[in-house]
């Protein structure tokens, strides 16, 4: 069993900066990509970064692309999101989940994904 638990949440201004945390246990840690996805009220869970087993290869999702970095500390068992110039449109729950493997054809699908945080929630206002 896999626990992963969000922090960094909080509300912040736009063009503000937050970075979530997401802490990891019950399994080797550096064995597999993480994720961040995130879902605002009434719409559906959207992907936002992957990072793989290494931190070697990320992906973001347009949307979040030079604003957000994702990064990992395999030795903390710790995956971060950088999140910079937020926007009002960014307000959602952000939650981290562990890949089943290291497939970047796999980062963006939510059901390669096997163990999933309760999420933290961000508010930008504007």
């Known amino acids: 069993q896999v626990q992963l638990v969000e922090s960094g949440g909080g509300l912040v201004q736009a063009g503000g900066s937050l970075r979530l945390s997401c802490a990891a246990s019950?399994?080797?840690?550096?064995?597999?990509?993480m994720g961040w996805f995130r879902q605002a009220p009434g719409k559906e869970r959207e992907f936002v970064a992957a990072?793989?087993?290494?931190?070697?290869?990320?992906d973001y999702a347009d949307s979040v692309k030079g604003r957000f970095t994702i990064s990992r500390d395999n030795a903390k068992n710790t995956v971060y999101l950088q999140m910079n110039s937020l926007k009002p449109e960014d307000t959602a729950v952000y939650s981290c989940?562990?890949?089943?493997?290291?497939?970047?054809?796999?980062?963006?699908?939510?059901?390669?994904?096997?163990?999933w945080g309760q999420g933290t929630r961000v508010t930008v206002s504007s």
């Open positions: 989940a562990s890949n089943r493997g290291n497939y970047r054809r796999d980062y963006r699908i939510p059901g390669r994904y096997d163990y």
């Open positions: 019950g399994r080797t840690f550096s064995g597999y990509a």
């Open positions: 990072i793989n087993w290494s931190g070697g290869d990320t």
